[in-house]
């Protein structure tokens, strides 16, 4: 049973730091890529960013383009999002999903963790 679960999140002032995870099991992680989205109230969800399974590429949005970064350990089968300089419009939901990479780009992963929160608030 293919599972992702996400940590990390939670209550963060302005310039500050979080890391999530992205834990999966059920599936080896090495031959999906894994995206990063967020929703905030009242908003769609958006697409932050994905790494690829076989060469390592990635995508950031422009909004968390040079302040969060994607990171992959396959021997954990755990996916990481490092945010840094954090502003309270990155307050959301935050979601893994694994699937081929079309998909993940696309936001139409097959499969999604059930997300974790973070607020960015002083």
């Known amino acids: 049973q293919v599972q992702l679960v996400e940590s990390g999140g939670g209550l963060v002032q302005p310039g500050g730091s979080l890391r999530l995870s992205c834990a999966a099991s059920g599936f080896t992680l090495d031959y999906y890529a894994i995206g990063w989205f967020r929703q905030a109230p009242g908003k769609e969800r958006e697409g932050v960013s994905c790494?690829?399974?076989?060469?390592?590429?990635?995508y950031y949005a422009d909004s968390v383009k040079g302040r969060f970064t994607i990171s992959r350990d396959n021997a954990k089968n755990t996916v990481y999002l490092q945010m840094n300089s954090l502003k309270p419009e990155d307050t959301g939901f935050y979601y893994c999903?694994?699937?081929?990479?079309?998909?993940?780009?696309?936001?139409?992963?097959?499969?999604w963790g059930q997300g974790t929160q973070v607020t960015v608030s002083s």
């Open positions: 790494i690829s399974s076989s060469d390592g590429s990635t």
């Open positions: 999903a694994t699937d081929l990479w079309a998909k993940v780009v696309a936001g139409a992963a097959d499969y």
